[in-house]
């Protein structure tokens, strides 16, 4: 059943497995509260995030609480990145301030240190986006970045986004002020990526 222009399908929500040739992307457990801290701990994620490194496990328990609460309200989808070899998460995706009537979202996406340089992030994102095009039915995908952070806007436009504008002085994360670069992606202006293993 196609959702109504004012929902998203719940559906769309409840435990997602999209696999990839290394990765599964999925809904997270408890069981991933340790590889979340280890991510969420190092200093090179926080730097372009907007939160201090994590310190303790109750961060962890706190993010899958909230990544819980917007899978039950439909508000947002958190998955996590598992790498089908090890089978420990290395990374999460996010869509966030979904506005369902315009049929947007807002995206995110974090991977450990150890795994960048790897397309690992492309791949994720590749199964990611086309869920939120072709089964949540979203039309644009907005994503706002660092503009410091030269890898998150090659992943960003290796996708397909459009960088739109700059946002000056937007951010302040432990007394550092930034801009912020705005990226977008329409549904019909996608075209899937190749993923190579």
């Known amino acids: 059943m196609s959702?109504?222009?004012d929902t998203l399908a719940p559906e769309t929500f409840a435990q997602v497995r999209l696999d990839t040739p290394r990765l599964c992307v999925r809904t997270p457990?408890?069981?991933d509260l340790d590889d979340l801290l280890?991510?969420?701990?190092h200093p090179d994620i926080a730097r372009y995030g907007t939160h201090a490194p994590w310190t303790d496990l109750d961060e962890a328990r706190a993010w899958l609480e909230r990544a819980e609460s917007g899978h039950t309200s439909a508000s947002a989808l958190t998955?996590?990145?598992e790498d089908r070899a090890t089978q420990h998460v290395i990374g999460t995706c996010v869509l966030f301030s979904l506005h369902a009537e315009s049929r947007r979202a807002e995206i995110g996406y974090t991977l450990h240190r150890e795994h960048w340089g790897r397309g690992l992030m492309h791949e994720a994102l590749t199964a990611f986006i086309g869920h939120a095009f072709e089964a949540m039915k979203l039309r644009r995908i907005e994503a706002d970045i660092d503009p410091a952070n030269a890898a998150s806007r090659r992943v960003?436009?290796?996708q397909g986004f459009v960088h739109e504008g700059r946002l000056r002085e937007r951010w302040c994360v432990g007394g550092q002020v930034t801009d912020t670069d705005l990226y977008g992606l329409l549904h019909h202006e996608w075209r899937r990526p190749d993923v190579d293993a």
């Open 3 to 5: 959702p109504s222009p």
């Open 156 to 158: 960003l436009e290796r």
């Open 79 to 81: 998955l996590v990145l």
């Open 29 to 31: 457990d408890v069981e």
């Open 38 to 41: 280890s991510i969420y701990a």
